[in-house]
């Protein structure tokens, strides 16, 4: 009786990529077994074992179809990660990295790799990982690079409320990019916390779209581009007020993170 998902989804990787299948994204939905004091003798259930419901997903190969411009890449972890938000969506889900956690090494996902892998958080509750397949399993499953896999409990997921509609603002919106350097071993996740507790009002959304570590940037530092929309339901923003929004946040990171804008 198997204990997580993984194993399945990954052989299905593996019997794929002998068949020659460049791009292999597959899933799955099932009960999982796992030895639990608490659980009792039932129609549907064995004293000493629990059977909880979880979804898995595994990504292997290009990130993107074959096309006629870019550069081919693989599959990577922030691919995969982007496609757990939008299953999870509108429940928050945070990432917990493994290497970065005290609490998290002694009990690390046995199939994923230490150093490339998170615990998953749904509305603040642990729910799951994510993470590249562990390299000690790739010989075993002859595969030349690792999937990306995720699996989560079922009942976290299906907390998801029921979307909301909302009437979309007729007035358009501000655009503002801010891009600052911060010490390499501030996290990304707790920068755009801090922006979304203490963003003026005017702020709709705060994304990162560029993160740089290389030539051109202090040693232990690193650079983040955060590209911040704006927008008021009852009036058109000034240059005025969009500006002030902008430096207000700058000001913000400046206190919590010591950042400094980009030159």
Same mark, same amino acid.
């Given at each position: 009786?198997?204990?997580?998902?993984?194993?399945?989804?990954? !052989?299905?990787?593996?019997?794929?990529?002998?068949?020659? @299948? #460049?791009?292999?994204?597959?899933?799955? +939905?099932?009960? +999982?077994?796992?030895?639990?004091?608490?659980?009792?003798?039932?129609?549907?259930?064995? =004293?000493?074992?629990?059977?909880?419901?979880? +979804?898995?997903?595994?990504?292997?190969?290009?990130?993107?179809? =074959?096309?006629?411009?870019?550069?081919?890449?693989? %599959?990577?972890?922030?691919? +995969?990660?982007?496609?757990?938000?939008?299953?999870?969506?509108?429940?928050? $889900?945070?990432?917990?990295?493994?290497? =970065?956690?005290? $609490?998290?090494?002694?009990?690390?996902? #046995?199939?994923?790799?230490?150093?490339?892998?998170?615990?998953?958080?749904?509305?603040?509750?642990?729910?799951?990982?994510? /993470?590249?397949?562990?390299?000690?399993?790739?010989?075993?499953?002859?595969?030349?690079? #690792?999937?990306?896999?995720?699996?989560?409990?079922?009942?976290?997921?299906?907390?998801?409320?029921?979307? =909301?509609?909302? %009437?979309?603002?007729?007035?358009?919106? %501000? @655009?503002?990019?801010?891009?600052?350097?911060?010490?390499?071993?501030?996290?990304?996740?707790?920068?755009?916390?801090?922006?979304?507790?203490?963003?003026?009002?005017? %702020?709709?959304?705060?994304?990162?779209?560029?993160?740089?570590? /290389? #030539?051109?940037?202090?040693?232990?530092?690193?650079?983040?581009?955060?590209?911040?929309?704006?927008? !008021?339901? $009852?009036?058109?923003?000034?240059?005025?007020?969009? !500006?002030?929004?902008?430096?207000?946040?700058?000001?913000?990171?400046?206190?919590?993170?010591?950042?400094?804008?980009?030159?």
């Amino acid at each position: 009786m198997r204990t997580s998902l993984i194993g399945s989804l990954v !052989d299905v990787v593996r019997k794929n990529q002998q068949r020659k @299948v #460049p791009r292999i994204r597959v899933f799955e +939905v099932g009960r +999982v077994f796992l030895r639990d004091p608490r659980a009792v003798d039932g129609p549907l259930s064995v =004293q000493g074992v629990s059977q909880p419901l979880r +979804v898995a997903a595994a990504a292997y190969g290009p990130a993107l179809a =074959q096309q006629w411009e870019g550069a081919e890449r693989a %599959v990577d972890f922030f691919d +995969v990660k982007a496609d757990l938000e939008a299953l999870a969506a509108p429940l928050e $889900a945070r990432f917990e990295p493994a290497s =970065q956690s005290a $609490a998290l090494q002694s009990r690390l996902h #046995p199939a994923l790799h230490p150093g490339r892998s998170a615990r998953v958080l749904l509305d603040g509750r642990p729910a799951g990982w994510i /993470g590249e397949l562990h390299p000690k399993w790739l010989p075993k499953y002859e595969l030349p690079q #690792p999937p990306i896999v995720f699996e989560l409990e079922a009942e976290a997921l299906a907390a998801a409320p029921l979307p =909301q509609p909302e %009437v979309p603002s007729r007035l358009p919106i %501000v @655009v503002r990019d801010i891009a600052l350097e911060f010490d390499d071993v501030i996290p990304v996740q707790a920068v755009l916390d801090a922006i979304h507790a203490e963003k003026p009002a005017i %702020v709709r959304s705060a994304r990162l779209f560029s993160l740089y570590r /290389g #030539p051109g940037r202090p040693p232990g530092t690193k650079s983040l581009a955060f590209r911040v929309v704006m927008q !008021d339901t $009852a009036r058109t923003l000034t240059d005025a007020e969009a !500006d002030a929004a902008r430096d207000a946040l700058v000001a913000l990171l400046g206190r919590r993170f010591s950042a400094r804008l980009r030159t």
